[in-house]
């Protein structure tokens, strides 16, 4: 079955973003999606707004092997992941008109997509933070990147943002003692202990970040989820105990770096402490485990959320409108977990 569609918006980048991005770098343009014989048209119910767009909007960004963003160059329509109801689509794509979908092209109301892209959540009411959120990667990332062991001392920066509000509260249900996150404001530092459990949040606010981190925990941590690296990494490696095991899913510190957003986040390691502690760092994409860990992650979150003290956190904005502000806020520190866009 078919249904016209008569009017739909997309938001595209108006210009490279230098320094600050604002909304401004971006337009909301009507196209309506002209679908190939193989696309499902999905109208979308909400996208994901992800702070690594803002480094792929950069002039002069690169195609990496390993990020899921597409190079932007004013004009180009923005992607992130979505979750849709199927509009129309091929008879034998297996997928029928109302079904749920998730699938790469978020930033418009109404997709085309091919149907080798679009995966089925069938058509019971789902929370779309359970799919669009980061608790999937931080369960990957501590469950293959690392193990967390009964008791451990855990560090996660960015412990407010989409991946890290995640993995604080998933480190706890995973047995560690004490979870320590960082962050950049007052607000969401009392937040985090009230909502996400953390027993102390320290501050990235100008004073050597090693300080509070080394009263936080006086006997070394064990474990370190790294969203940010630079000073962060480094106060986290002066802290390491013997055993201590990193996992590193970002650099934040480089992406988000006002004045020259960067994939390269040079760091001076002592290379002493990795071999005198036995640390182990261990760079990690949740990609490469996608399939396997997602569908554990899913039961997993259903479990602990019945549970009542697991939070599946998110801002949600609304309208195709709010979304370029959504991404402005979402970078300049604003906002607490995933940041979605309900349609
Ligand atoms: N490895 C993987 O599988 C994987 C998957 C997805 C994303 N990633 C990467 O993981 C990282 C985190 O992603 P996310 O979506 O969870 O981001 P996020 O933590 O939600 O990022 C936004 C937060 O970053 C912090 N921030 C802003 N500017 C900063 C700066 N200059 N230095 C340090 N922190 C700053 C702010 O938090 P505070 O003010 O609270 O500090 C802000 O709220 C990114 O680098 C992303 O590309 C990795």
Redesign the pocket.
Same mark, same amino acid.
């Given at each position: 079955m078919n249904m016209k569609m008569t009017s739909s918006r997309e938001v595209r980048l108006a210009a490279h973003p230098t320094g600050t991005l604002l909304p401004e770098h971006f337009v909301i343009t009507e196209a309506v999606p002209v679908p190939g014989a193989n696309d499902v048209v999905v109208r979308n119910r909400w996208f994901r707004v @992800? &702070? @690594?767009t803002r480094l792929m909007a950069t002039h002069g960004a690169e195609a990496v092997k390993g990020i899921p963003f597409p190079v932007l160059k004013p004009g180009d329509v923005l992607a992130d992941g979505a979750i849709g109801e199927v509009v129309s689509c091929p008879h034998d794509s297996g997928f029928r008109v109302g079904d749920l979908i998730y699938h790469p092209l978020g930033w418009r109301e109404y997709a085309a997509v091919d149907a080798s892209q679009c995966v089925a959540l069938g058509n019971e009411p789902i929370d779309p933070a359970a799919y669009l959120g980061?608790g999937w990667?931080a369960y990957a990332a501590l469950t293959r990147g690392i193990q967390i062991r009964e008791g451990d001392t855990v560090f996660v920066s *960015?412990g #407010? !943002? +989409?991946?890290?509000s995640m993995a604080g509260q998933i480190a706890r249900k995973l047995g560690a003692g004490r979870v320590i996150g *960082?962050? /950049?404001?007052k607000d969401?530092a009392e937040w985090m202990k009230a909502e996400l459990g953390y027993d102390t949040v320290i501050m990235?606010n100008g004073r050597p970040i090693i300080e509070p981190l080394a009263e936080a925990a006086p006997d070394g941590i064990d474990v370190f989820v790294d969203? &940010?690296g630079g000073e962060q990494l480094s106060a986290a490696m002066a802290c390491a105990r013997e055993g201590a095991r990193f996992v590193l899913? !970002? +650099?934040?510190?480089a992406?988000?770096?006002v004045s020259e957003a960067s994939l390269r986040a040079p760091l001076e390691i002592d290379s002493f402490q990795l071999i005198i502690k036995g640390i182990t760092l261990r760079g990690? @994409? #949740?990609?490469s485990d996608a399939t396997e860990a997602f569908a554990e992650w899913l039961q997993c979150a259903r479990r602990w959320q019945s549970e009542g003290d697991f939070h599946l956190t998110h801002t949600t904005f609304h309208g195709i409108d709010s979304a370029p502000r959504a991404l402005h806020e #979402?970078c300049a /520190?604003k906002?607490r977990g995933v940041v979605m866009v309900a349609l």
């Open positions: @992800s &702070v @690594s980061h990667t *960015s #407010a !943002g +989409a991946i890290g *960082s962050t /950049g404001t969401k990235r969203m &940010v899913l !970002g +650099a934040l510190t992406e988000l770096n990690y @994409s #949740a990609d #979402a /520190g906002l």
